[in-house]
């Protein structure tokens, strides 16, 4: 998976090309041929999300696919009056996929209002904006540029309290059960 941050990449996927600007997604499932330039003199940042695909037996191998977060809505969370909420690229719904990058949208006073833990261990970069987030026991104060990865089961909460959006990109496991052993 790619997110473009900053600048405008040429990737070709297969022999397709895309130009991505900033908010730009690419996933890219195992076995494409693709490549990325920057044919620009200006900066490019990006990130770049690589997992080892778990093939799950009778469900198909997600396509490759190109998008931008100014094309995909946000989904505001039920009873938040439209303050927190998640940009999704891949419906979660689609078992084909092991791993979802999302992000995440908290408006200026919005929280997460309790503490909630998940299964899987999952990395959010912070796009946008400053923050506290619970994690254990301790509030920490982030901002753009910060990077945090949380252990399965970590007790988190946020309070977005800076003057603008907070917003973060959420990468985090589904659609597997975690392995027990090694294969």
Known sequence: MLFVVEGEVSL??????????P????FLPPGSVWTLFNKSAAPARFHWVRKRYEAVEGIDMPTAFVANERDTPIRWMPGTDDRWGTTRFVEPTDLRHDMHVNIVTLEPGASIPFEETHVMEHGLY???????????RDWVEVEAGDFMWLRAFCPQACYAGGPGRFRYLLYKDVNRHMQLSLR
């Open 126 to 136: 912070v796009l946008e904006g400053k923050a506290v987030y619970r994690l254990n």
């Open 23 to 26: 908010g730009g997604y690419a």
């Open 12 to 21: 070709t996927i297969d022999g397709q090309p895309h130009l991505l600007g």
